[in-house]
């Protein structure tokens, strides 16, 4: 990128920061004070590369044009009325992801879109969930995840019952006679640790070259091993409640217990991308070369000869 644009990219995103700057600091000062929301600090820099890889796959260097400033500019007007208009910090965020996008095509052209369609999308990861929504739809996720701690705790012995007051509760006894009593509600059920690691998976699944079909796929895996994992936090919680007490369950293995998991599963999920990342291409046999000049032609078996004077004797002597 020249020097033109580098000023150009520059201002826009002084602009937006300017712009959105008391949103943007309260959305920062949410994400350091509240544990469920640290991951949207990272969100920014995972943007910045994957605009980084964007660039190095895009077919041409952007470059300035008028093509767009008409969209461009109707865009960032849209988006600045929707910002100071409405108080949902959806639509906030929201202008402030199509103002960068409007403000890129003002000074790019229509063009860029193939550069920065992908990072600037990927920004709406740093929507934090409301706790409404969650204790709303909460209750569904939590009657799954606690007939299935339900189910396996009873397989194992441990007489336990189960009860929804919405929120599922398991309760047991445990093996000194003390009644022990969990309930999965919203932060058990590890719904903003899967909501880190969706925007850690998407952010993968962005970076690796394939199909659609096979990011899918990628994520999809990456989400239900997850949720495969919080469910076996919360029964490793109540086991070692049952064994060693409420305490000891609630104060070591709550905490530390999950961290585990959580990285066990980020670098489980990490080395299946790399594995994949890494498969044999069908055609790698075949030798290439610059795609200007073609495929090198596999070399040819010289041809045969034939002894003369053996084919001579030959028929001399069946005469």
Known sequence: MNKKGLV???LVVASACLIFFPFLGWLMKFALYNSSA???????????????????RFAHEPEEGNN??????????????VFYTQAYIMLKLAAFVFYLMGCSIFFFGIQI????????????FMYPIPFTFLYDYGPYLSGFTGNVVYAVLGGL??????????????????????TLTFTIDAPCMGVFSLMSFLAFAVFLALMLKGSFFKKAVLMGLGVSLMA???????????????????????????TFGGW?????????????????????????DVESVNPAVGFKPAP??????IDKPLVRSFFEDSA
């Not at 012995?157 to 003390?178: A, C, D, H, K, Q």
Request: net charge positive.
């Open 113 to 124: 879109l193939g550069l920065i369609a992908k990072p600037v999308l990927y920004l709406f």
């Open 157 to 178: 012995g441990l007489n336990p019952t189960y009860s929804e007051v919405p929120m599922s509760v398991i309760t047991l006894t445990s093996r000194s006679g003390e």
């Open 68 to 81: 767009g400033l008409v969209v461009g500019a109707t865009l960032m007007a849209i988006s600045v009325c």
């Open 300 to 305: 040819m078996a010289p041809p045969r000869t």
């Open 8 to 10: 150009s990219a520059a």
């Open 38 to 56: 640290n991951y949207i600090i990272m969100i920014p820099a995972a943007a910045l590369l994957l605009l980084y890889d964007g660039k190095k």
């Open 228 to 254: 495969s994992l919080n469910t076996l936090r919360i029964i490793g919680i109540c086991y070692v409640g049952w064994m060693y007490g409420s305490q000891t369950a609630l104060e070591v293995f709550h």
């Open 260 to 284: 585990v998991l959580f990285s066990l599963g980020m670098v489980v999920y990490l080395a299946i991308n790399m594995k994949l990342a890494k498969e044999k291409p069908v055609n790698a």
